[in-house]
Each structure stands twice: as structure tokens, then as C-alpha cells.
């Protein structure tokens, strides 16, 4: 019923609009009657949004740098969401710093007085207004305090369980900037421990660890020691991307992206965390199988030959699960070949070429990239170079690159047990 209504009351209103509009000289004496529909079928369906907030306001920049705003809404029924793409910005001094249409901040120019502060407004189209601060100004950092953003468990950190780190930013003269962004995140004290650029900790060892989280702004260094606890994840499950659970059936040159869901020990949290990036990853047969146990894509197998064989996860001194996985189709192929075949390839000084190790299997009617799962090498890396790059997807492939001297180089690849090359010659 009531989008019937809201149905009547769009076709009305829209109607109004039109017979409005034939009286309007520009598109701009349109506007108010485009918002005053909009409103009024905001207000039926609820969303109207009533009282705006800029998310990190007060943020310093130095010239050349961006930040991104958010703003947050709050409805006339009390509910809050993002609103960053709804709203108008603007910038109050564009001389200073410019905001795009997305609430992209960049700094332009350096401004001396009021702490280099200028104020940007976000607008809603009905005239609901917010206004935050941004200062662009050089001035030193004299201290960067480290924490933990969530989990929030102070100098703990529970293996295998991302954790969100954030840096409290303490300018000379005296503005403070909690941040993750613009940061240079680093940990110290492991071999598996991995930070990520976005301030994330990944942590998958079965032995407590003491590491050193460190962040860097302009030369100034913050740290925080955190101390691991192998023993918090007590168990895990694993699913592929439709939810489906053990046993797992997929065909020879298919991909199936798993995931891996973590409990904690019921008395810590009862929340259940997707443990997929901090967990290891392991095909018991290999030859069956191959599964990326790094990048975004970490988890994701591709069938190889025919058979069943065990897909491990672990995690923490706890976790661990076995999965079954049947594999079904041909196992002997027509031809391997890196990219469309050809044995020679021509690179100038510093440019690069994507190759891809391709197999046709046996009654096929396309080709499989396996790439990711057979061993490359470069026979000269004074001429050449090369590095496996978009690991666990379809692109996947080894990355070279000609240096800035003159020759050949030649590139292997050997998957079961048989070898193709490609010979670069490099040329000014």
C-alpha cells in the first residue's frame, strides 16, 4: 500500500513539475520545484535527512596531500547513515584547499593565519547545512601516539583477528589529528605478522609474539608494543562465496573463492570475524590444486587435475580445519604456452610485459591461465626482472621488466614437469 502511495504522489508531483517547468525560462527556475519533489518523497519514504555531521574534521594538510571527508545523516525516523555523495561541497577559501563533488580535500596553498584553518561546508539539497574545519599549514610534528582502534584491548592483540590500528597525530602548535590514513604503518617482532597500509595488523602465529607497531608522519615516529594471544581463536569454519560448507565440488580450470569465519573463546566475544586474510592456506595435494595464500584474493583455489584431496586452514594455537574437495574433469591438455606462444619478445630499456602461462586442457574449448602455480625464473636479472603479481585471479601473471642495458634474457616456466621459455631481447 504505501508504495502505492508513494507511486500516486511521485507520478502527482511529477506532473506539477512539468506543468511548472513550461513556465521556466532556464533549468536553473526549475530547481526548486526538482527539490521540492525530492523532499516530499523523502519525507514519505523516511530518509529526509534532518542534521548533518562531518566525519575527522580538523584535519591538517600539507600542499599537494587529499584527504577524504565523510558526512553523516541523520533521518527524520532517527536513523544515521553516509551521505558523502548526497551532499554539496564546498570550500571557503579554494585559494587554500579545494573540495571535490565526492568531499575529496585538496590542499593548495599554505595559509599562516588561524592555524591555516578554512571552513567546508557540506549542503543537503534541501538546505540542510554542516560545516567542518581543515588547516593547511607546515608545521612540525612533535609526537604521534599510537592505539588501538578496534579490537579495542589495549596492549593485547588476539592472533588472527584483524586489528584496526589509528595514530593521534600532535602538532607543535597544538592541534591534534586522530588518523589511519597518510600514515607509514610498520611491525616489528615477527616473521608471519603483516601490516597493512590502511593501518590493519594481521597476525597468524601459534606462539605469542611481542611485536612494535609503528606509524610514521614527517619524520616523527610513533610506537606501541602489543603482545599476541595464540589461544583466543578456538575454532573456524569454512565456506565458499554462496555460504555453501564442506564438501566442496568444483571442475579441472574452475575457481572457487573460499572464506574462513573465527570464534573466539565465548568469554572474550561471542562475534564471529572473518579470520580468511590472517589464516594459512593449504592444498594437501598440490597437484591438484592450486589456492593463493597471499594478496586480497588469499583463499582462492583453482582446480588443476582431477581427484579429491583435504584443503587446510589454520590459525592461532587453536584453529584448524579440514575441508573436503572433489575435483572433476580432464586431466591431460592439448597445449602450454606462455601468452599466444611466441618464443621471442622485444622490450625497450624500462618497459614492461605482462606474461600469462596458459593450458588447454583436453576437449576444452578455452584456455586456463595457471600462472600463479607454476615455478618462473629469468636466466640474466642484470637485463631483466620479473615478479608474479594479482595473485588468486584470472589476470594473474609474472611481470617483467627490461633494465637500461642491451641483450637477452631468457624466461622460464615449468608447471608438471614440463618447461616453456620466452627469449627478451632488450633494445634502447
Known amino acids: ?45 523516511g530518509t529526509l535527512i534532518t542534521s548533518l555531521t562531518i566525519v575527522q574534521t580538523d584535519t591538517r594538510l600539507r600542499v599537494g596531500e587529499s584527504f577524504q571527508l565523510t558526512a553523516e545523516g541523520t533521518d527524520i525516523n532517527g536513523n544515521k547513515r553516509d551521505v558523502t555523495k548526497e551532499v554539496s561541497w564546498k570550500s571557503g577559501d579554494t585559494t587554500t584547499a579545494t573540495v571535490n563533488d565526492s568531499g575529496l580535500i585538496t590542499a593548495v596553498a599554505y595559509k599562516e593565519d588561524n592555524q591555516g584553518f578554512i571552513d567546508i561546508t557540506a549542503t543537503t539539497f534541501d538546505g540542510t547545512i554542516t560545516t567542518g574545519r581543515v588547516s593547511v599549514k607546515q608545521v612540525a610534528v612533535t609526537h604521534i601516539d599510537i592505539s588501538q582502534k578496534s579490537p579495542a584491548t589495549g596492549d593485547s592483540v588476539y592472533t588472527c583477528i584483524d ?52 606509524g610514521m608522519l614527517y619524520g616523527t615516529t610513533g610506537e606501541k608494543p602489543v603482545t599476541t594471544d595464540p589461544a583466543q581463536l578456538i575454532s573456524m569454519i569454512v ?18 573463492k573460499f572464506k574462513s569465519i573465527g570464534n573466539l573463546n565465548p568469554t572474550t566475544s561471542t562475534t564471529h570475524y572473518n579470520v ?3 589464516a594459512n592456506w593449504l592444498v594437501k595435494n598440490a597437484e591438484l590444486a592450486g589456492i593463493t595464500t597471499q594478496g586480497s584474493l588469499k583463499g582462492s583455489l583453482l582446480a588443476l587435475k582431477p581427484g579429491e584431496t583435504v584443503v587446510e586452514v589454520n590459525c592461532g594455537s587453536k584453529a584448524k580445519t579440514f575441508s573436503t574437495l572433489k575435483i572433476s574433469g580432464e586431466s591431460q591438455y592439448d597445449s602450454l604456452k606462455i601468452n599466444s606462444g611466441d618464443e621471442n619478445l622485444t622490450l625497450k630499456a624500462g618497459e614492461s610485459a605482462e606474461l600469462k602461462l596458459l593450458i588447454k586442457y583436453k576437449n576444452y574449448t578455452s584456455t586456463t591461465n595457471i600462472s600463479e602455480f607454476a615455478a618462473w625464473e629469468v636466466d640474466n636479472n642484470s637485463l ?9 585471479a584470472d589476470n594473474a601473471n609474472f611481470k617483467i621488466t627490461a633494465g637500461q642495458s642491451t641483450g637477452s634474457a631468457k624466461v622460464i616456466a615449468v608447471y608438471d614437469n614440463t618447461t616453456v621459455s620466452l627469449t627478451v631481447t632488450m633494445t634502447n
Not at 631483466?384 to 588468486?392: A, E, K, R, S, W
Open 276 to 278: 580468511t586474510q590472517n
Open 163 to 214: 586489528t584496526q590500528f589509528q595514530a593521534k597525530v600532535i602538532y607543535e602548535d597544538g592541534i591534534e589529528n586522530t588518523i589511519i590514513d597518510r600514515i607509514s604503518w610498520s611491525v616489528s617482532g615477527s616473521n608471519t605478522a603483516l601490516m597493512e597500509s590502511n593501518g590493519i595488523l594481521r597476525t597468524s602465529s601459534a606462539s605469542q609474539e611481542n611485536l612494535t607497531v609503528s
Open 239 to 256: 565456506t565458499d562465496d554462496k555460504d555453501k560448507s564442506d564438501p566442496f565440488s568444483i571442475n579441472v580450470g574452475s575457481r572457487i
Open 384 to 392: 631483466l626482472t620479473g615478479q608474479l603479481i594479482n595473485h588468486g
Open 1 to 45: 500500500m504505501k508504495s502505492r502511495q508513494l507511486f500516486s504522489l511521485y507520478v502527482g508531483l511529477t506532473a506539477i513539475l512539468m506543468f511548472g517547468m513550461t513556465g521556466c525560462k532556464t533549468e536553473g527556475d526549475s530547481e526548486p520545484l526538482v527539490n521540492a519533489v525530492k523532499k516530499e518523497v523523502a519525507l514519505n519514504d
